[in-house]
């Protein structure tokens, strides 16, 4: 059974910076590719990031520059370290697994196992 577990979600202020954890159990994020997602109330749920198998990158243009994502394999565990944080950031963040994974896929419905998410808020 795969279950991700995404925490470090919280209420900051504009240009404040947070690293939101995904703790992976009953798969290997090195053997998966690895999606951070985030939803606003009233909004569908968009990508953010995500990194591969083979650890290539991607990122909405509205988070490059200041997004970064990383995995680490031991820890079994996908981070996404956030900076400069804008109040259009407010959303429940969400984290994802595909069990292909040879590219970063941008489509949720590529994606095969979800967090139950981490409400990120930015005031301004």
């Known amino acids: 059974q795969v279950q991700l577990v995404e925490s470090g979600g919280g209420l900051v ?10 703790a992976a159990s009953g798969r290997a994020v090195s053997n998966s ?10 909004m569908e ?3 953010v990031a995500g990194i591969s198998r083979s650890g ?4 909405a243009d509205s988070v490059k ?15 996404l370290q956030m900076s400069g944080l804008k ?16 590219y970063v896929h ?5 994606y095969d196992y979800w967090g139950q998410g981490t409400q990120v808020t930015v005031s301004s």
């Open 13 to 22: 202020q504009a240009g404040a910076s947070l690293r939101l954890s995904c």
């Open 33 to 42: 590719g690895m999606g951070w997602f985030r939803q606003a109330p009233g």
């Open 45 to 47: 749920r968009e990508f």
């Open 56 to 59: 290539s990158t991607n990122y």
């Open 65 to 79: 520059g200041r997004f970064i994502i990383s995995r680490d394999n031991n820890k079994n565990t996908v981070y």
């Open 87 to 102: 109040p259009e950031d407010t959303a429940v963040y969400y984290c994802a697994a595909d069990r292909i994974g040879y």
């Open 106 to 110: 941008t489509n949720p419905a590529h």
